[in-house]
Nanobody, 125 residues
Framework: QVQLVESGGGLVQAGGSLRLSCAASGHTWSTYVMGWFRQAPGKEREFVAAITRSGGNPLYADSVKGRFTISRDYVKNTESLQMNRLKPEETDVYYC??????????????????WGQGTQVTVSS
């Protein structure tokens, strides 16, 4: 069983930065792929970034490459998403998630079997 709790969302002006964190419980958390997705009301969940259990080979959606950075802290059992140069259209609820089976960073939402409750990010223009 894995429990995930996101934090760090809020209101920021366009061009600003936010850092999201995801605290994970469960003794095997470090062996799983971790990912971030986002979703606006009435839209499908969209992949943002993912990272392997080793912390290497992160994967990013094209729309966030060069602006967002995903990382994980094995001591604190947390995953983070540093978001820079945010845009108004990136106003969404952001979710962290765990993929226990594939072993590779991926953007396929159905591969992720544990999800946090989400944290709201609002980017004002």
């Amino acid at each position: 069983q894995v429990q995930l709790v996101e934090s760090g969302g809020g209101l920021v002006q366009a061009g600003g930065s936010l850092r999201l964190s995801c605290a994970a419980s469960g003794h095997t958390w470090s062996t799983y792929v971790m990912g971030w997705f986002r979703q606006a009301p009435g839209k499908e969940r969209e992949f943002v970034a993912a990272i392997t259990r080793s912390g290497g080979n992160p994967l990013y959606a094209d729309s966030v490459k060069g602006r967002f950075t995903i990382s994980r802290d094995y001591v604190k059992n947390t995953e983070s998403l540093q978001m820079n140069r945010l845009k108004p259209e990136e106003t969404d609820v952001y979710y962290c998630a765990v993929d226990r089976t594939t072993g590779s960073a991926n953007g396929v939402a159905v591969q992720y079997d544990y999800w946090g409750q989400g944290t709201q990010v609002t980017v004002s223009s």
